[in-house]
């Protein structure tokens, strides 16, 4: 089970924190990851954190996002810095992709329900 928090409104130029706390599955052992879906837009990859605690990033993000987890507190996070509006979307944690890619992300296995990231201009 995956359950994301930390999602909410903020001003452009912000920044939120979002939190993504793992049961069942050992964070540790597994590439897990953040992606988004916009309202009419299709499901895109955030970033990705492998087993060995590589990270990568979509390009379009420009140094903006952080992934990183706390294998200890079985939590996955993503800093959000410097929001604008075309990141306004629902987020979902999710874990064990087919692979740990950029492009296989969005498939992965578990997801969790999502929290809603709206950023007004």
């Known amino acids: 089970q995956l359950v994301e928090s930390g999602g909410g409104s903020v001003e452009a130029g912000g920044s939120l924190r979002l939190s993504c706390v793992v049961s069942g599955i050992n964070t540790a052992n597994i590439c897990m990851g953040w992606v988004r879906q916009a309202p009419g837009k299709e499901r895109e990859a955030v970033g990705i954190i492998g087993s060995d605690d590589g990270t990568r990033y979509a390009g379009s993000l ?49 997801s969790g329900q999502g929290t809603q990231v709206t950023v007004s201009s």
């Open 62 to 110: 420009n140094g903006r996002f952080y992934i990183s987890k706390d294998n200890a507190k079985n939590t996955l996070y993503l800093q959000m810095n410097k929001l604008n509006s075309e990141d306004s979307a629902k987020y979902y944690c999710v874990a064990s992709p087919p692979r740990c890619t950029m492009t296989l992300i969005t498939r992965a296995t578990f």
